[in-house]
């Protein structure tokens, strides 16, 4: 009879082990469900905005940004037609580099936010994010939808 004590008590810890364990299944289950409001508008800004960092950022303290080699055209014509043409053509290259193909990109101090580069058709798309960039006198904005 004595058995029979030690039989119920082993089950007894047996089942409050697994109710332990079965509780602790299902706190780690709830912590690493995906957060059900994230948001992909936030997720396209942070991509215009990788971007346009990559636009004014360098490699080497020796390289040029590309926001400053536009710049340096620009400013060595003095905003002539012929300068905006030429900037327009390299933006278009990095872009297509880039693999944009929806954007357009804007010099808003000295052009009057003329176009400098632009692809594909904003209209009715909900998800658009910019991103603007300084550089001297020169501010260049990037909408990406």
């Not at 804007?106 to 909900?126: D, Q, R, T, W």
Request: hydrophobic residues 40%; glycine residues 4%; negative net charge.
């Amino acid at each position: 009879m004595i058995d029979e004590n030690g039989n119920l008590y082993i089950v007894d810890a047996i089942v409050a082990l697994s109710i332990i364990f079965v509780v602790m299944l299902m706190v780690n289950t709830l912590i690493s469900l995906p957060y059900p409001t994230f948001s992909h508008i936030s997720h396209n800004s942070k991509d215009c905005q990788d971007v346009m960092e990559i636009l004014s950022g360098k490699i080497d303290f020796g390289d040029e940004t590309f926001l400053a080699k536009i710049t340096k055209i620009l400013k060595d014509d003095d905003d002539s037609e012929n300068a905006v043409r030429e900037v327009s053509l390299i933006s278009k290259e990095k872009f297509k580099e880039l693999n944009l193909t929806n954007y357009r990109f804007v010099e808003n101090n000295h052009l009057n936010s003329k176009v400098l580069a632009s692809s594909g058709n904003p209209g009715e798309n909900n998800n658009v994010s910019s991103a603007t960039r300084s550089f001297g006198d020169y501010s260049y904005t990037l909408i990406l939808w």
